[in-house]
């Protein structure tokens, strides 16, 4: 999420949480989106739950972008 900075976490705690969202996300192999909650406890992430990413927010808007919008945006900037 590109929305907010993890300056809080430590590396091995961002290493945590990339593996955890990796290891859920298999599991959905044809989703495009997925939004997961996640605990974290030190080192140790676990997957709460998995979420219809922004498909019950219709109409929801980060500087002026829905969500699919921006992650687009996000894939097209990526090819450039």
């Known amino acids: 999420n590109r929305r907010s900075a993890p300056h809080w976490l430590t590396p091995s705690e961002i290493d945590a949480l990339e593996k955890a969202t990796a290891d859920a996300a298999r599991l959905f192999e044809h989703s495009h ?3 997961f909650d ?3 406890r030190g080192s140790d992430a676990a997957v709460l739950e998995a979420n219809a990413f922004a498909d019950l927010l219709p ?5 002026g972008a ?3 919008e921006d992650q687009a945006a ?3 900037a990526d090819e450039r």
């Open 33 to 35: 989106c997925i939004g």
């Open 38 to 40: 996640i605990s974290l």
């Open 59 to 63: 109409g929801l808007k980060f500087d």
């Open 66 to 68: 829905t969500t699919y």
């Open 74 to 76: 996000l894939v097209s």
